[in-house]
């Protein structure tokens, strides 16, 4: 089957928006700081969702400019997902507990590695300080004389809030299904 | 021929579909493991979606391969952020549980000790991400008698190994 050309260039342009995104992100890392992690991957996802939207733009000029549009939106959140993808994984290796159990594992000497090991590693402690500093910081919690608060509805309110309709939806319960399985 | 604008509507209701059959299915069965239950889930509806539009079954289907490439290329990626996203589903977010419980306290507030005296009693954090990553395959044991790594747990902890030393990330997080 053959293809017009434009359609090649727009079927690339979220493909064209994640590679130059990747490169540039993996560029960053290697050369540049350690602290800046999300600025890295923010400056590598403008880059990218630029070069996607410009691929799908310059594909789409024969068409009218609603077509546009809608072809843009589509490449646009393909892009975006896409990249909230890439996102994830990088993130995950960051921050994910579950990862970093894994990999402690990984490099245990004691096999199997004890749940209290497991547990005092991360316990409330670490858990809690670290988080409540950035929570703090990303406005989702106030303090004000030694005590925390929440105002209205911050965005991980409302995240928390709608993760627990969904497994309602899911599960029939707000509790997360591997709470309801504990031995 | 689909034109872009039913082309994008085609690409969002595949997607509905797949999450509306999603929730009949998790209702009906509730898979033990649900991301590899998920990746299934969707990839069969990926490969019904290809199928019944070869068939000439759906009313409006994108026309050549081009245009189903462009369909995939929405779905797909759509199908594996909802994947991604779906452990906090699968387990509570510590972060997300702290805001809660300091929302449920009101106006009077709740200090970091108290905080910490909760998390300790429900957040077990560790147990869920453990008890998880059992019911995916990832370790082996329980909590009596330690955990270890399956083969599939290992390769996971390589792989994220290995990306933490592309991406420099032994700082962050």
Redesign the interface.
């Known amino acids: ?1 053959s ?1 017009h050309p434009g ?2 260039a ?2 690339a342009a ?2 064209a928006g994640l590679v130059s995104m990747t490169v540039l ?2 560029l960053a ?2 050369l540049g700081g ?2 800046a ?1 999300l600025i890295r991957f923010i400056l590598a996802f403008a880059v990218g969702l630029a070069a996607a939207v410009a691929v799908s733009w310059t594909a ?1 000029t024969s ?1 009218t400019w ?3 549009i ?2 843009l ?3 646009a ?2 892009f975006v ?2 990249s ?2 890439y996102f ?3 993130n ?8 970093r ?3 402690d ?2 490099r245990a000497t004691e ?5 209290h090991q ?2 005092a590693r ?4 670490e ?3 670290i ?2 500093e ?2 703090v910081a990303w406005k ?2 106030r303090r ?1 004389g ?5 105002d209205g509805y ?1 965005l ?2 409302v ?2 809030l709608l ?1 627990g309709c ?2 309602r ?4 319960d707000t509790r ?4 309801r ?3 | 021929v689909l034109d872009p604008v039913e082309l994008l509507a085609f690409s969002v209701l595949w997607f509905a579909v797949a999450l509306v059959a999603h929730v009949i299915v998790w209702r009906a069965l509730r898979p033990a493991r649900h991301i590899g239950a998920l990746l299934k889930h969707f990839a069969v509806l990926l490969v019904a979606g290809l199928a019944l539009g070869a068939a000439g079954a759906l009313p409006l289907a994108p026309q050549g391969v081009w245009q189903w490439g462009q369909a995939i290329l929405f779905y797909g990626p759509a199908a594996l952020t909802y994947i991604s996203l779906f452990s906090l589903v699968e387990q509570d977010s510590p972060s997300l549980m702290m805001v809660e419980r300091v929302a449920s306290a009101g106006e009077s507030g709740c200090s970091e000790e108290e905080l910490r005296e909760v998390m300790a009693e429900e957040g077990n954090v560790v147990l869920q991400r453990l008890l998880a990553a059992r019911a995916d395959g990832l370790v082996a044991g329980d909590v009596e008698h330690g955990w270890v790594l399956t083969a599939r747990g290992a390769v996971a902890a390589r792989v994220s190994a290995a990306a933490q030393r592309v991406y420099r990330l032994e700082n962050a997080g």
């Open positions: 089957m293809a359609e090649v727009m079927l979220p493909l992100h993996l890392s290697r350690v602290a992690h789409t068409l609603s077509d546009r809608a072809l939106a589509l490449h959140a393909s997902a896409l909230y993808g994830t994984f990088v995950l290796t960051a921050t994910s507990l579950r990862l159990l894994l990999r594992m990984l096999k199997p590695i004890p749940t497991l547990t991360y316990g409330s402690n858990v809690v300080g988080r409540v950035r929570l989702q919690l004000s030694g005590r925390l608060r929440v911050p991980f309110r995240l928390s993760i969904w497994r939806v899911l599960f029939g997360p299904p591997t709470l399985r504990r031995r």
